[in-house]
C-alpha cells in the first residue's frame, strides 16, 4: 500500500514563503505521476499542480501561476511544492496524491498553510 505523508506548512505572513514536501512510502516500485491539492475551509479540494515521472510540470492553477512550483527528487520519493509571494487567499490545507489523470492513492492527513495579512 502507496502512503503519502505531507508536511511544512505553517503560518507565513503574506509575502512569504513556504516549501512542502510530500514523501511516497511503501509499494513505490513504480513511479506516479503526481500532484498536490488544496482545501480551504467551506470549499471543494482544487487541484493545485501536477508533475510527470520525469519532472515536467504538466499542470499549473492559473492563479498560483509564477508564484508556485512544483518539483521532485525520485531518488527520495519526494514530491515538493515551492510557494512564493504568498497570499491569504492560499490558506488552506495541502494535499499530495496521484495526478487525478491516472488515478488516486489514500489520502494523507494534508499540511496546513495559513497566510495572515
Known amino acids: 500500500q502507496v502512503q503519502v505523508v505531507e508536511s511544512g506548512g505553517g503560518l507565513v505572513q503574506a509575502g512569504g514563503s513556504l516549501r512542502l514536501s510530500c514523501l511516497i512510502s511503501?509499494?513505490?516500485?513504480?513511479?506516479?505521476?503526481m500532484a498536490w491539492f488544496r482545501q480551504a475551509p467551506g470549499k471543494e479540494r482544487e487541484l493545485v499542480a501536477t508533475?510527470?515521472?520525469?519532472?515536467?510540470?504538466?499542470y499549473t492553477l492559473d492563479s498560483v501561476k509564477g508564484r508556485f512550483t512544483i518539483s521532485r527528487d525520485n531518488a527520495r520519493s519526494t514530491v515538493f511544492l515551492q510557494m512564493n509571494s504568498l497570499k491569504p487567499e492560499d490558506t488552506a490545507v495541502y494535499y499530495c496524491n496521484r495526478d487525478p489523470t491516472y488515478g488516486s492513492m489514500p489520502w494523507g492527513r494534508g499540511t496546513q498553510v495559513t497566510v495572515s495579512s
Open positions: 508533475i510527470n515521472t520525469s519532472g515536467r510540470t504538466t
Open positions: 511503501g509499494r513505490t516500485s513504480g513511479l506516479y505521476a
